[in-house]
């Protein structure tokens, strides 16, 4: 591959991982906030884009130093493209299934502070009107027979 045919495949590669990665950037940002407003989701966001393009970048500068068998230096240059728009898409389908991840932690714990405030909510409102139910296990009267049987007990037949 001559040097033209090189700087044109490193070009239009690093091209389009660029778009892909502002791509992935600023929709991801946009998908983590749907889950609750916060400030993890910008940071989460950048840091899933930067590794995206680190990683990307990477596999483009190693595919454009393989000998490829190709007759002349355009099916060079496409063969290379062809190789490295399948890496995107892998890469691309990884990055989002990572924010899809950040995304499904961050509704389990926001559902799960929810559930412990309620919960709390719920004890200290009992605690202050005393209409906390009690454990029948624990009443001073209880002798392990359910109500259905000293029912049966009573009844004549």
């Not at 940071?43 to 000998?67: P, Q």
């Not at 399948?86 to 499904?104: M, P, S």
Request: proline content about 4%; cysteine-free; glycine content about 6%.
């Amino acid at each position: 591959m001559d040097t033209n045919s090189y700087l044109a495949f490193l070009l239009i590669g690093t091209v389009l991982v660029l778009l892909d990665g502002q791509v992935i950037y600023r929709n991801g940002r946009r998908f983590l906030r749907q889950s609750g407003p916060n400030a993890a989701a910008e940071s989460l966001t950048r840091l899933v884009s930067v590794l995206f393009h680190l990683v990307v970048l990477g596999v483009l500068a190693l595919i454009s130093t393989v000998d490829l068998p190709a007759d002349n230096a355009t099916e060079g240059i496409v063969l290379r493209l062809g190789v490295t728009l399948i890496v995107l898409g892998v890469a691309h389908w990884v990055a989002i299934t990572a924010l899809t991840r950040i995304r499904d932690r961050q509704e389990f714990d926001e559902v799960r502070q929810e559930r412990e405030a309620r919960r709390l909510a719920n004890e200290q409102a009992d605690a202050a009107y005393g209409t906390a139910v009690p454990n029948p296990a624990e009443s001073p009267a209880y002798t392990g027979r359910s109500a259905t049987s000293a029912l049966n007990r009573q009844l004549p037949r």
